[in-house]
T-cell receptor
Framework: AQSVAQPEDQVNVAEGNPLTVKCTYS??????LFWYVQYPNRGLQFLLK??????LVKGSYGFEAEFNKSQTSFHLKKPSALVSDSALYFC????????????FGTGTQLKVEL | SAVISQKPSRDICQRGTSLTIQCQVD?????MFWYRQQPGQSLTLIAT?????????ESGFVIDKFPISRPNLTFSTLTVSNMSPEDSSIYLC?????????????FGPGTRLTVT
């Protein structure tokens, strides 16, 4: 069975500083990995994905994530945080071997302060 | 990416009643998915709905409680039946992307349900 762990319920960072939101996964075979963001009273918005190829993937709003197969991690990063980045972030995985089921982590609340 | 709308956006219902949530997509899609997000928790897949066949339910979810319809390639409904306060959640529908975006799923804005 596939699973995702987001070890931090909340991450606080000052505006202008780099941010990292952590994610580790467990899946049989190679994974497809995703990051989504949820703003208050809004649905989920797709940020970025790793399917194959370059381990560093770039997505929307200046976010990027690095796939590390040996550590089974897919941490979300941004070089310079904005207050408007404050939201709930979800990491998700689906197996490459078939099936459409997305398994989500528990989410990490990002708070960017002035 | 697909544009997905849901109705209602929110509702407050009494226990024992049922609510049907509608999901409309602006393009034809093969599969539609229904998720539940309980307060302060992550998303859990309820079922996958293919047009022209019975929905496939995940462990812990049953058709009698969450009947789903999929009458065409752009529309689906999820009914939450005989509701209890434990059903208070956000319900989201989603679809797979197409062409170059076919690996990710796109989500509707959600239906926030409160059961009293």
């Amino acid at each position: 069975a596939q699973s995702v762990a987001q070890p931090e319920d909340q991450v606080n960072v000052a505006e202008g500083n780099p941010l990292t939101v952590k994610c580790t996964y467990s899946v049989s075979g190679n994974p497809y990995l995703f990051w989504y963001v949820q703003y208050p009273n809004r649905g989920l918005q797709f940020l970025l994905k790793y399917i194959t190829g370059d381990n560093l993937v770039k997505g929307s709003y200046g976010f990027e994530a690095e796939f590390n197969k040996s550590q089974t991690s897919f941490h979300l990063k941004k070089p310079s945080a904005l207050v408007s980045d404050s939201a709930l972030y979800f990491c998700a995985v689906r197996p490459t071997g078939g099936g459409n089921k997305l398994t989500f982590g528990t989410g990490t609340q990002l708070k960017v302060e002035l | 990416s697909a544009v997905i709308s849901q109705k209602p956006s929110r509702d407050i219902c009494q226990r024992g009643t049922s609510l049907t949530i509608q999901c409309q997509v602006d393009s034809q899609v093969t599969m539609m998915f229904w998720y539940r997000q309980q307060p302060g928790q992550s998303l859990t897949l309820i079922a996958t709905a293919n047009q022209g066949s019975e929905a496939t339910y995940e462990s812990g979810f049953v058709i009698d409680k969450f009947p789903i319809s999929r009458p065409n390639l752009t529309f689906s409904t999820l009914t939450v039946s005989n509701m209890s306060p434990e059903d208070s959640s956000i319900y989201l529908c989603s679809v797979d992307g197409t062409s170059g975006s076919r690996y990710e799923q796109y989500f509707g804005p959600g239906t926030r349900l409160t059961v009293t």
